[in-house]
């Protein structure tokens, strides 16, 4: 089982460091932007401009609950089967949400950080959700994936079953091969009936 973190189990990070700061611009996520690059980098020119520093961004996230049943999901799917979470999130902001979830495996990305400051960032692989869906396949698993935005297209196509969970509209009707679930009890019907 591949599955994405932020608006899968827990709320989107920058949504959340967005209304804590009162900076609008810092909204738009991977559900609004395709570019992955594009959006980093928007993010990035903004966090400098407006002096927000790691430890801010931690803060933030520290606070977060996760989603509602999250936690419960997770462990019920970890009882029957390997979950492997998939993110284009950064070590140093999943930490706090990790301990929430019970450390589930997380491939992700890192952070270039100096004097608590962001500069940049390093990413594992560019389309690591794809290629760690292709690898676990290589290796004789069939994968179920799921994720809700632009970024998780590739790992969903990659797959051999997926599902778009709580997705944008936008996303659900430019992607209409993916089934769109709402309620995690709806996305562990999906995986159960799966068979595979």
């Known amino acids: 089982m591949a599955l994405d973190l932020e608006g899968v189990l827990s709320p989107e990070i920058w949504i959340s460091v967005a209304e804590q700061t009162k900076i609008d611009e810092l909204r738009l996520t991977t559900r609004d932007v395709a570019d992955y690059d594009e959006l980093m980098r928007h993010r990035l020119k903004i966090l400098d401009e407006r002096d927000i520093k790691l430890s801010d961004i931690q803060n933030v996230i520290a606070s977060l609950p996760l989603l509602d049943g999250a936690r419960e999901f997770l462990d019920e799917l970890r009882a029957f089967c390997q979950v492997i979470i998939l993110s284009d999130t950064f070590n140093d902001f999943a ?8 450390y589930p495996t997380l491939f992700c990305h890192d952070l270039e950080i100096k ?10 692989q560019k389309n690591q959700k794809q290629y760690a869906v292709e690898a676990f396949k290589s290796l004789n698993f069939n994968v179920f994936a799921a994720g809700d935005s632009y970024n998780d297209i590739a790992m969903l196509k990659a797959a051999d079953r997926a599902c778009l969970f709580r997705a944008p509209d936008s996303v659900k009707k430019e992607f209409p091969q993916f089934k769109p679930v709402e309620e995690y009890g709806e996305l562990m019907a999906e995986i159960s009936s799966a068979r595979f």
């Open 115 to 124: 004097n608590d400051k962001i500069i940049g960032y390093k990413l594992r």
């Open 95 to 102: 930490k706090p949400i990790m301990k929430k979830l019970g």
